[in-house]
């Protein structure tokens, strides 16, 4: 329509990011984009993270491969004063990487473009790896992300609900064997609840917990004192009454009454569905990732897409070697 603003996500201002510069990109460059990234507080300039020295040298190391025989070069850097050996990537949550630097960029790049995220059987194909490699990566990326969106206190106008993810139930064939799936009875036990606590416009925290246990997390994740927090009709939130004040909805009359609403909650959930039915499908299992995930996409929906990469890249340099992660599918085949 004539005099109709455009969308944020439809403008130039959201494209940012350039897949193809990404790829062209030399393993030499890719190594100096994670060093500026992991050393930005000292305007890219590397320092031992052993003893804190600011004095290192960069040194090339050879490494020959016990199986195939062929040798590579690796670009390291040797602090002056303890004189340890250490790598861009060393201490972070890509340490022990197999994948060379402008793989994981460009792995980065695919996760941020995805809207609603980026399937690991998708990536391996696009990055020519195993479907192990890529979902590993995917979940470090994650956890990362999650750092980030638990950083926090909330404050201001806090929307708080819940709902039910994964344990899908296929229907039976014939009518007559089908059974209501809402029961719990006829459910797969898989089924998980995710509460969300998000700012209106700004941040969000989920939890993998019932709308309960969700109410019993408030003292810790919201700043009652200069709070104000929106729930509906549910009797999970009655207790929150006594130490914030709380506004409902019932939502069996209305979804809105002037300010008084969840929708940006609800928003939340929207997203992570689409996820569900259209990306990933199965999500039960790690769905406090998945939900860490979609909250950070979420609150970051107007930002660019460029700045989103360099974010999340930054996130992984300074997260620490994830316990969780490293070695998941070694320890999973000696079990």
Known sequence: MEGESQHFLLSARA??????RVARMSEEEAEDAFVALRYCETDGEPFCHHCGCQVVYRINRTVKNRKTGAIRTRRLFKCANCLKQFSATAGTIFASRKLAHRDILFAIALFTNGAKGKAALHLSRDLNVQYKTAFVLEQKLREALGKLQHAETLTGAVEIDGAY???????????EHRRDRRKLANQSGKRKCVTIMRERKGRSRPFVCSEVEGAGLVPYVVDIKSSRMFADESKSYDSLEAIVRVDRIDHSKSYAEGDVSTNQAESFFSRMRRAERGVHHRIAVHLGAYADEMSWREDNRRISNGEQFLTIAAA???????????????RRKAA
């Not at 494209?15 to 193809?20: A, C, G, N, Q, S």
């Not at 993810?165 to 009518?175: A, E």
């Not at 992984?316 to 070694?330: A, D, M, N, T």
């Open 316 to 330: 992984g340099l300074h997260h620490p070697v994830s316990r969780q992660w490293k070695g998941y599918w070694q």
């Open 165 to 175: 993810f994964g344990g899908y139930v296929k229907p039976s064939t014939r009518k």
């Open 15 to 20: 494209r940012t990011l350039d897949l193809k």
